[in-house]
């Protein structure tokens, strides 16, 4: 099988709208895998996802993401990202970039000295970061939406 370097695409992007406040029961008490304790049956508050999923509104946006080029980083097609363009992407950081012009999502890395985009599945070749590359990293992956 030949490795590829980029099969991970973005098929569509959307902008952060804070006008939507949706407030959703949190229950305090943690989940068990076995049977329920009728004790623990209470919400404490509600959440709304919004302040709990976007730190930085006006810098956040979200991505659906089609390919298994990050399968093993546990992003699968057709999950959704929360991506925050505000953040400094950090060795290790999972970022929405376009290589090439085309959008993709790896993860960050540096070794020594030197700036990679890894992909999370061994089908798939690092790509080196270098000055005949066209790289932009627009963003770093704050969460991974998909359906269980």
Not at 31 to 54: K, T
Not at 73 to 90: F, Q, S, W
Not at 129 to 138: K, L, Y
């Amino acid at each position: 099988m030949k490795r590829r370097h980029a099969e991970e695409r973005i098929t569509r992007i959307w902008a952060f709208e804070p006008r939507t406040k949706l407030e959703i029961p949190l229950f305090t008490a943690g989940i068990s895998a076995g049977f329920p304790s009728p004790a623990d049956d209470f919400i404490d508050r509600s959440l709304d996802l919004n302040e709990f999923l976007v730190t930085h509104p006006s810098a956040t946006f979200f991505v659906r993401v089609e390919g298994t080029s990050m399968i093993q980083a546990g992003i699968h097609p057709g999950d959704i990202l929360i991506v925050d363009r505000a953040l400094e992407p950090l060795p290790g950081s999972i970022v929405v970039a376009v290589l090439d012009g085309e959008f993709t999502v790896k993860r960050f890395q540096r070794v020594e000295g030197k700036s990679f985009l890894l992909a999370e599945n061994p089908d798939f070749v690092p790509v080196a970061i270098e000055d005949r590359t066209q790289v932009e990293v627009w963003g770093v992956v704050t969460y991974v939406i998909h359906k269980a």
